[in-house]
């Protein structure tokens, strides 16, 4: 081979040689940007550590400067320069100790949230509760609730004044999502899963609706909103109620759900709820006088529904069970016409029932024979 040729090999080999004995740690490394909770600084090398302190002072310092004097987009350029490395550091401001890292994200939040990326807004507070948890989370907290549900509730201010956003119902529910596991607790993470749950019905998507709806009431089952929450329910299964000749799964789980909203709310006016503004609370009262009336409807036309399941099954086995039922006549020895076991099912659901009641004269008319 000539002398070339084998150069060629021996270079592909150290390089190998030297990909396959480097330290695990240094190819992890390049994958970085996907966990760092700062995406870093830099191009081709990044650079996650923390600012220096002297300079996240100046930065910071120098934002507040030209917030006040209404350079406003120079304000915004220092404070977001803290979304790329974070900074601990803490400094004595207007007679105040200020977490420079934290404060500059929350600004810029606030100053997102007046131009109208809401997006962006909340973006930048999702940050600030996780990195900084010494920082005023209630604070925090309360600001991230109120753009999660702008965002699902509100048309988004359009940009420059012109240029349209569009949003996204999945984006709404994530960020709902995330309030609700960051900020756990009564006071926000309720709110959050209801407002979840309403865009959820909204769109037609039950199935989130119901996983928002069941994480409400089992992990905050003293709630306020536990008391809409439980309605919801009823009324989600009972959409799915297809009628008597189907499989009665659904009929049963809303009736549950009715059951336990009369048994549990029915009498009592709901309280309010933590940070619950007194606007909200009065219309929710309102909604509640409504919805007590509405569970006892929906509950009797879901116990009509199973009854009338079982009355319809009586029928079809009483006209036809003897060309299927190879024990017809066994059984109608013995018990009498098969078909009586679901009119009495049919009477057990309710009796008063207009199928129970319907049921009732099956049974004496087949009594009678």
Known sequence: MHRSGHFLLLSISLTLTCL????????????????????GTGFFIRNYEPYEDAEAAE?????VFFEKSGRISDALKLFEKFTKRRSDHVILHEGAKVSVGAD???????????????KKAFDHLLLVAKAYMDYDF????????????????????????????????????ARLYQIADIAKGPQ???????????????DELSEEAVDALERLINLYPRHP????????????????????LYDQGVTRKSRDYYDDYIETFYDDQPARSPGETLEDFLERVEGWKVRRISA?????????????SKLELGEYVEKYGRYFMSNWQELSETGGNPSLRF????????????????????IDALKMK
């Open 343 to 362: 009119y009495y099912d049919a009477e057990d659901v309710d009796r008063d029932s207009e199928a129970g009641r319907e049921a009732r004269k099956r």
């Open 296 to 308: 006892k409807q929906g509950r009797a036309a879901m116990t009509e529904m199973l009854a009338s």
């Open 188 to 202: 926000f993470a309720p709110r959050a899963l209801m407002i979840s749950a309403e865009i959820s019905i909204k």
């Open 104 to 118: 500059a994200l929350y600004r810029a939040a606030m100053i997102r949230e007046r131009k109208g990326d809401w």
């Open 225 to 244: 909103l536990s008391e809409k929450a439980y309605f919801l329910l009823a009324e989600i299964h009972a959409s799915k109620v297809a009628g008597p």
């Open 20 to 39: 396959l004995s480097a330290n695990p740690r240094d190819r992890t490394d390049q994958s970085k940007d996907k966990t760092e909770l700062f995406p």
């Open 138 to 173: 209630e604070k925090t907290a309360q600001a991230m609730l109120s753009l999660g549900e702008k965002l699902a509730k509100q048309d988004l201010p359009k940009k420059w004044g012109f240029v349209p956003r569009f949003r996204s119902a999945s984006e709404d529910r």
């Open 59 to 63: 930065w910071y310092r120098q934002a």
